[in-house]
Structure formats: structure tokens, C-alpha cells
């Protein structure tokens, strides 16, 4: 039997840019500054217990490994770091130097600056070995990769067996009612606020045209499936505004 093929989020790229990699680079570029302000007030302080809840599914231990992809100012690299402790290790890597900044600063003020690493890479060519981390996380960033597929597969490979490949991405709501003023709030009035929030049009008027086109849950799902994750599933938190997609090698 054919697997269903998955289609592949195509955002409209502005004329100036390349391709949809240097245009969300620009974008995370200038808004890395108020990125994790603007997180917590858009998503009405829910952000964090996201995060916590995807970390708690990653299946880390005491002195484990792990890893977060496209890590932005490193939230997630935080909460992984909390689990590993002192005897453990977290990376995280991007490809925007002005996350990674923030990033930076970010964990120099927690008592993990000797547990989290940062480096400069692609989610989609991780500069690591096969079977080198107990886990990959993955947060708000499946949206941005120019080959979903490719990523996941990339995450799998520098899982150890036994080790979780874990996502946590907007997803798109089903509840009648909830679903219509979800939609209302993310594409009228999220932006706006976006743009009180870093003085500038145009980033956070991406982030619906992002959703439109991602994959539904069920589809992203079936994608760590095929690229060979076991117990593939999905849990849909506050009423499916987010997914965590858990997969195991």
C-alpha cells in the first residue's frame, strides 16, 4: 500500500527573500528580543506549562542528554536542564545567532549555565552522530523548517534507540465555538498586539499564514511514522491550540 503523502507547509515568501529559510530567519532575527515576553503575554502565560508538559514526555532521567532543535532562547533547553541536573547535559541549537544571544543571557541567569550548551546549526543537517542524545525537543519551530519530514527524521537520527523524539507546535482546534474565536484572536488581534509589542508589522502577521498551511496534527503524526518512530501519538492541550507529538526510536 502508497503511504499518504504529507504536504509540506507552502508560506508565500515575500519577493526580496530567497526562500522561506532567510525569510524566517529575518523575522526571529528582529523580534529575538521580545520573543519570550511576547510568548508568555499572547499565549496568556500558558506557554510555560506547554513546555513542561512536552519535557515530562520526553522520558529524560538524572544525568541524561538531551537535545532541542531550533531552541530559540533556550525555554526548552530550561526545562530539560531541570531534569537532567547537574551529572546531565542539554544543547540546544539554531540556526538565528540573535536567539542564541538571548539564549544566552537567558540561562546565564539560571543555576544551569554549566549544564546547556548552545550552537549555531540547522534543524535540518544537525552537526551531530547518530545515537548521541536520550531525547530532541522540538518547540514552536516544525512551522518554520523548509522540510518538516526531513527534521523529524534528522531528530530521530541523533536519538539514541530507546530515546524520544518530541514536538511541541501550534495545532488547530475542533471544538465549535472555541475554534472560531481561536481563529479570531490569532488573526486579527494577535498581530496587532505583535506589533505594539516590537514597534513593527509583518512578523507576527506570520504566524497565522504559518498555521494555515502547517499540517494538521493527525498528518504530523503520520510523519513520525513514517520516518520510523514507534507509539507515534499526539496530545491536544488547551482545547488543541497546541499539540505535543511523542515519538520513539
Not at 93 to 105: A, H, P, Q, T, Y
Not at 125 to 138: Q, R, S, W, Y
Not at 177 to 201: C, S, T
Request: hydrophobic share 35%.
Amino acid at each position: 500500500m502508497l503511504k499518504k503523502e504529507v504536504k509540506q507547509n507552502k508560506l508565500p515568501i515575500p519577493e526580496h527573500f530567497r526562500n522561506k529559510e532567510e525569510y524566517v530567519h529575518s523575522i526571529f532575527s528582529t523580534i529575538a528580543h521580545r520573543y519570550d515576553l511576547l510568548n508568555t503575554l499572547l499565549s496568556f502565560n500558558r506557554d510555560k506549562y506547554w513546555r513542561r508538559f512536552t519535557v515530562q514526555k520526553c522520558n529524560l532521567k538524572p544525568g541524561g542528554i538531551g537535545l532541542d532543535v531550533a531552541c530559540g532562547t533556550g525555554m526548552l533547553c530550561i526545562e530539560q536542564a531541570r531534569v537532567v541536573g547537574k551529572s546531565g547535559r542539554v544543547i540546544g541549537v539554531d540556526f538565528c545567532e540573535n536567539m542564541l544571544e538571548v539564549g544566552r543571557k537567558n540561562i546565564d541567569a539560571t543555576p544551569y549555565k554549566d549544564i546547556v550548551e548552545f550552537r549555531h546549526g540547522n534543524a535540518i543537517d544537525l552537526p551531530f552522530d547518530d545515537n548521541t542524545f536520550d531525547c530532541a525537543t522540538i518547540g514552536f519551530a516544525l512551522r518554520n523548517v523548509p522540510d518538516i519530514k526531513k527534521t523529524i527524521a534528522e531528530m530521530r537520527r541523533v536519538v539514541k534507540p530507546g530515546g524520544h523524539v518530541v514536538s511541541l507546535e501550534l495545532s488547530k482546534p475542533s471544538i465549535p465555538v472555541f475554534k472560531q474565536m481561536y481563529y479570531l484572536y490569532f488573526e486579527r488581534i494577535l498581530p496587532f498586539l505583535g506589533k505594539l509589542g516590537i514597534g513593527k508589522d509583518g512578523p507576527y502577521s506570520y504566524l497565522p499564514q504559518s498555521l494555515k498551511v502547517f499540517p494538521h496534527q493527525k498528518e504530523i503524526r503520520d510523519l513520525f511514522v513514517d520516518v520510523g518512530l514507534k507509539n507515534a501519538c499526539y496530545y491536544e492541550l488547551t482545547g488543541g491550540i497546541v499539540s505535543v507529538h511523542v515519538g520513539m526510536k
